[in-house]
């Protein structure tokens, strides 16, 4: 993994990471630009989920460590805190009671499924909320620059995440391989 040193907010934007909360669960996620994210989630409760463009919150709180929150259409609450020069992250996850008890609904493109993410909150139970406070390591750092459509472009697969470590997914310019 290519180690650079982030100072800045800059530093932090268009870069891509995959990274393992100490529960074992998998995640891949894209600083898109300064308003929006993109991610990816290779394991744990909803595994198989992709989203593009969720717009959220990202500021630098001190030099080298960001802030990045936002609400999904599902209601889930999200708040990542990224160290990366520590190879670390805190994340805190809020899931609606209906998506602990559904997560299936959710495990889908969601930008092709937000009437269902919408329909699927007003129907079932929101409260109480299932809060998941966990530490990751960071697997995985790119610089994929920002506003890259093709970092996540496609469902998650099985070997994807070592795919992407390996050098398997991205050319040098990080556009996918083997489109």
Same mark, same amino acid.
């Given at each position: 993994? =290519?180690?650079?040193?982030? +100072? ?10 995959? &990274? #393992? &909360?100490? %529960? ?5 996620? &894209? ?8 991610? $990816? ?7 198989? $989920?992709?989203?593009?463009?969720? @717009? !959220?919150?990202?500021?630098?709180? #001190? ?15 999200? !708040?990542?805190?990224?160290?990366? %020069? ?24 969601? /930008? @092709? ?5 919408? @329909?699927?909150?007003?129907? *079932?139970?929101? &409260? ?8 990751? %390591? ?5 610089? =994929? ?11 998650? *697969? +099985? ?5 992407? $470590? ?6 040098? /310019?990080?556009? $996918?391989?083997?489109?």
């Amino acid at each position: 993994m =290519a180690h650079k040193t982030f +100072k800045t907010l800059d530093d932090f934007l268009g870069t891509h990471f995959i &990274y #393992t &909360y100490d %529960n074992g669960w998998e995640y891949e996620w &894209y600083a898109k630009n300064d308003h929006t994210v993109d991610y $990816r989630i290779h394991g744990g409760m909803v595994a198989g $989920r992709w989203v593009t463009d969720q @717009e !959220a919150n990202i500021i630098m709180l #001190t030099e080298g460590i960001y802030k990045i929150s936002w609400t999904e259409p599902t209601g889930t609450d999200v !708040a990542l805190d990224f160290l990366p %020069n520590e190879n670390k992250i805190h994340g805190t996850i809020f899931f609606p009671k209906w998506v602990e008890e559904h997560p299936e609904i959710t495990v889908t493109y969601q /930008n @092709e499924h937000i009437d269902l993410m919408e @329909e699927s909150r007003e129907k *079932y139970e929101t &409260y109480p909320k299932l809060v998941v406070p966990e530490f990751a %390591n960071i697997t995985y750092m790119g610089d =994929a620059g920002q506003d890259n459509e093709d970092v996540i472009s496609e469902a998650p *697969y +099985k070997e994807m995440p070592d795919d992407i $470590r390996a050098g398997k997914y991205f050319d040098s /310019n990080y556009k $996918r391989i083997n489109k």
